[in-house]
């Protein structure tokens, strides 16, 4: 069996995007996960054959981090010889994809979900986006997203189109129809547990709370409302303070503002909400956005490459400039009191990512790829 090695910062990406790509794969090929994990066995927990490595990339640059990350994968690699090596994340693909072209691993293979510097100014930018320039040179192959990721991408100058591909209509996993759908008895015993009516009105935001995520914009927009015509809820983890920011400017509605750490099933929240929000000033896609989608509920998000993919503005959903608080707060507000077109967008939203982001085709075409690619 030809060994391949997928590389990333977390396992909580593993397990959000790549569990059935893992389970597929391994049918196949020798599968190895090198991830920032304490928990080595949680692939076998999901019933994927595949080993993991342990090893603690840090997302941030960190240099000496980073220099012993890339000598122990050096060492890795050199040591097991893989035929592939696949990262996700940029800073895994730094590392995984400088190490395997150093080791000359014959299949390299990064996927780009996002770029951290679209949002920056200066040398910073200019620094990470030749970091992004650096990945793509060293591959033989890259994945990415969406198509209007792959589009900027190739504008920016950072990739070549003929050593490009999107699967399908985009994504990294597609979306889980038998997992993300609608579900009454969840929404409600969720509903019950946050306090909130049944026919009261929910937003809901999913996803690490960052200010790139568009946040504290969210924050602004709800504020301005008003009283007591909504709730919101933010799901995942706070990755920078962002919660008491947000606690500051929703003071005055702070009854109707709710929390949630860290999930593994967004599905059942997303299936106790109305509306999805995704204000970002940057997305590779926008997995969440699919996800809703499936679950029956439209979204409301910044019309930003990546999320005009996975959003069919006035169809699945409604898009804004990002940024503009207003433009939310009139998104939102056409979302309380036109509950026919709310549902309108929830139904046709469902019935897109049925028919053109189901995770089957991706993992089809990964495999389909690797079929293809290895020798």
């Avoid at 790549?18 to 076998?44: C, K, Q």
């Avoid at 941030?60 to 000598?71: E, G, K, N, R």
């Avoid at 008491?244 to 106790?272: L, N, Q, R």
Wanted: proline share 3%; hydrophobic share 45%.
């Amino acid at each position: 069996m030809k060994k391949i090695c997928f590389v990333l910062t977390s396992d909580f990406v593993v397990k959000a995007f790549l569990i059935n790509h893992l389970r597929a794969l391994s049918e196949t090929y020798d599968v190895t996960v090198i991830v920032n994990t304490n928990n080595p066995l949680f692939l076998e927990e999901h019933g994927v054959r595949a080993r993991v490595i342990s090893l603690a990339i840090a997302r941030d640059i960190s240099w000496f981090s980073d220099i012993f990350s890339l000598i122990t994968l050096i060492n890795i690699f050199r040591q097991e010889r893989f035929f592939s090596v696949h990262s996700i994340t940029p800073k895994a693909g730094l590392l995984a994809i400088l190490a395997a072209w150093i080791v000359r691993v014959p299949l390299r293979i990064h996927t780009f979900t996002g770029q951290v510097w679209v949002t920056k100014i200066g040398i910073k930018r200019f620094l990470l986006k030749q970091f992004d320039c650096l990945i793509a040179k060293l591959t033989t192959f890259n994945i990415v997203d969406s198509p209007s990721q792959r589009k900027f991408l190739v504008e920016e100058k950072v990739l070549r189109r003929s050593k490009s591909i999107v699967f399908a209509n985009g994504s990294i996993s597609g979306v889980d129809i038998a997992r993300f759908k609608p579900n009454q008895s969840k929404r409600e015993k969720l509903r019950q547990q946050l306090n909130i009516d049944s026919d009261e009105l929910l937003f809901l935001f999913v996803g690490r709370l960052t200010k790139d995520k568009g946040v504290l914009d969210l924050a602004h927009a709800f504020s301005s409302m008003p009283l007591g015509i909504a709730h919101l809820l933010f799901v995942g983890p706070d990755e920078g303070d962002m919660q008491i920011e947000i606690e500051h400017i929703t003071e005055s509605c702070s009854k109707y503002v709710h929390f949630v750490g860290h999930t593994d099933t967004p599905e059942f929240f997303m299936s106790a909400a109305d509306v999805l929000l995704l204000p970002s000033y940057r997305e590779g896609f926008g997995s969440v956005v699919i996800e809703a989608a499936a679950v029956g509920i439209p979204t409301i998000g910044s019309r930003i490459y990546g999320i005009s993919d996975a959003v069919n503005d006035g169809e699945s959903g409604l898009l804004h400039e990002p940024h503009d608080v207003i433009a939310i707060k009139n998104c939102m507000e056409s979302l309380i009191t036109n509950r026919t077109l709310r549902l309108s967008l929830g139904e046709k939203a469902r019935a897109r990512a049925v028919r053109a982001f189901d995770s089957k085709v991706i993992t089809q075409e990964l495999v389909s790829f690797y079929r293809k690619n290895i020798y």
